[in-house]
């Protein structure tokens, strides 16, 4: 037996951006598996206002701990939402196509800084609002992806190396509509009016981008009225 | 056709730390497809002295560009080597034991920056100095380990999905001994003078630390003098 096996592995790591979706993901771990770590990674997009919304969310939900990391990749990945240089589309991209929103190795980057943040502090699991339905044109959202990153994650650790446990990969919303997740954050009693999911990084919500329409999409299908929307 | 698959790929980019086995694998990929990237990541270890190494050995061998980043990891990853109040081991770990300058997910965090660079700039490759012979305790520096990246990679990426292509991880120096890497620098011309391995930051090496000890090893049994030696 290693010292390590005689560890035993806490709770969760929720990967939190301050958007809806990591919200709402939030919202289920911390209601099934508290109390837990939140971390929010800001790697140079426009969108710094979400860190703003991260941190509301992280007191509302009580997080054990909260970090915030920032990590200046902006500049060497070539994405509409790291470059001020590109233009963020109005519209999703069609079906089968990635849009240009699309960050380079983005979430491979997020769960391996989550993974050894995870192993450090002897947690289980690492929680994502990632989401393969209505924005599935990332192919690092699919289900596939995820569990390739798993069985990386156990081939890469101690804790999976020495003590035979896997630290999960768990991505709740991951076979929700946006109208599901809306419905599940009601359930679950996330403060819509802390979350910010626009691109751009305005006083408020632009509410013509990709972000803004998918949203407010999904508030629509759902019935559920959204207080950070500014137009009736 | 997409417009991704139009893009030819380029060549490759080098994680570059300024030690003894990123030097040699950077002359290698500089001899096999020039002219390369260098990547070197600094994620608060303490022998950020590799830095001063790295940029003159990137100056050597004519890198196309070196990109110097600077990742505030080091307090949320539990290490020897990351950590000031944890000490340094004199010896390398015991076989089939990982040892306690193990850092949770390095490679995995390396790899993904390194994946993210790589797709930005159309580059084919990415390579590294890993080896599983002499130090062999990392988990994150096995074959299989690298495999798996390699996998993942292509699930991960536009150039992954939309081209079809797969961005190769490369370690040619993975199933060296010390002493052949060193045979291998030597043929390639690599300045070892340039070379950083000590793990402490001290204006010379400390000549007892693990790493100092396997250098030494090295170059001894390949009967090559270190001009970084102190002592004789």
Same mark, same amino acid.
């Given at each position: ?14 990967? @939190? ?37 991260? &941190?509301? @969310? ?27 240089? !590109?233009?963020?589309?109005? &519209? ?30 002897? @947690? ?43 630290? !999960? ?30 691109? @751009? ?6 509410? &013509? ?5 998918? &949203? ?17």
């Amino acid at each position: 037996m290693t010292p390590g096996s005689a560890r035993r592995l806490g709770p969760a790591v929720v990967l @939190l951006s301050g958007g809806m979706d990591s919200a709402t993901c939030l919202a289920v771990a911390a209601a099934r598996e508290p109390p837990v770590h939140a971390l929010t990674v800001l790697y140079g997009q426009r969108h710094a206002r979400e860190v703003a919304a991260a &941190r509301a @969310l992280a007191r509302r939900f009580r997080v054990a701990r909260h970090v915030v990391l920032r990590l200046p990749l902006g500049p060497l990945l070539d994405s509409a939402l790291t470059r001020s240089d !590109r233009a963020v589309p109005a &519209r999703a991209a069609a079906r089968g196509q990635i849009p240009p929103t699309y960050v380079p190795a983005r979430n491979t980057i997020l769960l391996s800084v989550a993974l050894g943040y995870a192993e450090s502090q002897h @947690l289980s699991a690492i929680y994502l609002g990632a989401n393969a339905i209505d924005y599935s044109g990332y192919p690092d959202c699919r289900p596939e992806y995820l569990r390739e990153f798993e069985r990386l994650a156990r081939l890469a650790t101690r804790t999976g190396v020495e003590d035979g446990r896997t630290i !999960r990969v768990r991505a709740p919303l991951l076979s929700m509509s946006k109208a599901e997740i809306v419905r599940e954050g009601e359930r679950l009693g996330v403060p819509w009016e802390l979350t910010w999911s626009c691109y @751009l990084g305005g006083r408020r919500p632009c509410g &013509r981008c990709a972000s803004c329409r998918l &949203r407010e999409k999904g508030f629509r299908e759902a019935g559920v009225r959204d207080p950070t929307r500014v137009r009736p």
